[in-house]
């Protein structure tokens, strides 16, 4: 009976399972390198090239600036929480300190029954004038940073209340082109491996320190490579992208002009048409909507 069931199992269930793809077959065991192995008696099927991609990101710094609705929202739960708030230590300091001076300047007022009378006494209005001496001094920092008046991109310090995605140049067959970084897979890695792999090669030194989230791709692309470079063996490239947050570092040994940190809206100022589209399948960016 265990054998008869046995036959019923479809192939793909058995040892040694292939799927078959007109004259090649894709053997279960290769499915991770993502080759196509051509059977006895025909032509190998042309594969492709595995690339682990590292979609490195910086958070925002700053909160961005608030739109008319929100500022107008805000206000009114101010309003509520004011009316329905109790007062704090120190409002009820300030009416103790009234308190007190009413009684001093009153006709029966008497000395001799106040305990701290020829201490020097801070009352809650002294500790006001000096915290608004404070904050006259206090001049907070430009949200527009110099990097932002010279549209410098290749640093970080710049739109500080918005998302930062790095973006490097390499060079494809004879084109220079704009490319998430990317590394070829290697036997016995994992792609989150090879994804590592590609930030500290590209840091070096590890100038780069990056959180990655999760094993499993967040993003999948694939392209044909151009016919000079194409080969018998492989046809084009197959890139899973990983997402990693900034945590600390810069680019520093890379030579500027080779990579760049842009925002969601300006990565169709470097990536083509059909690149994008895939990135921005995987890209949480709530910035745009309040625009």
Not at 53 to 69: D, G, I, K
Not at 138 to 150: L, M, N, S, T, Y
Not at 208 to 221: D, K, S
Not at 254 to 273: C, M, Q
């Amino acid at each position: 009976m265990a054998a008869a069931a046995l036959r019923r199992v479809p192939a793909l269930a058995r040892p040694g399972f292939g799927v078959r793809l007109k004259q090649g077959t894709v053997r279960g065991s290769a499915l991770h390198s993502m080759k196509v192995t051509g059977s006895p008696d025909s032509n190998q099927v042309p594969g492709w090239q595995c690339y682990g991609a590292v979609f490195v990101q910086r958070a925002a710094v700053l909160s961005r600036e608030e739109n008319p609705m929100e500022s107008a929202y805000k206000r009114l739960l101010e309003q509520v929480e004011l009316e329905k708030s109790l007062y704090s230590d120190h409002e009820l300091r300030v009416f103790e300190d009234e308190e007190k001076i009413r009684w001093r300047q009153a006709e029966d007022y008497d000395s001799d029954k106040e305990e701290d009378v020829g201490q020097d006494i801070v009352t809650a209005q002294d500790l006001e004038d000096m915290w608004e001496q404070k904050l006259r001094l206090f001049k907070a920092a430009d949200r527009v940073q110099e990097a932002d008046k010279k549209n410098d991109r290749s640093t970080l310090n710049r739109r500080l209340d918005e998302k930062l995605i790095l973006l490097v140049k390499e060079k494809v067959g004879d084109e220079e082109i704009w490319l998430l970084p990317q590394s070829e897979w290697k036997p016995g890695e994992t792609m989150r491996q090879t994804a590592e792999r590609t930030l500290s090669t590209l840091s070096g030194r590890n100038e780069l320190q990056a959180i990655f989230l999760g094993n499993a791709p967040a993003g999948f692309y694939k392209y044909q490579y151009p016919k000079t470079m194409r080969t018998s063996d492989t046809v084009g490239a197959k890139v899973f992208f990983f997402k990693a947050l900034l945590m600390t570092g810069d680019l520093k040994t890379r030579r500027k002009g080779d990579y760049v940190w842009v925002t969601k809206s300006e990565l169709k100022d470097y990536l083509k048409p059909k690149y994008l589209q895939q990135v921005n399948r995987f890209i949480f960016d709530t910035s745009a909507m309040y625009e």
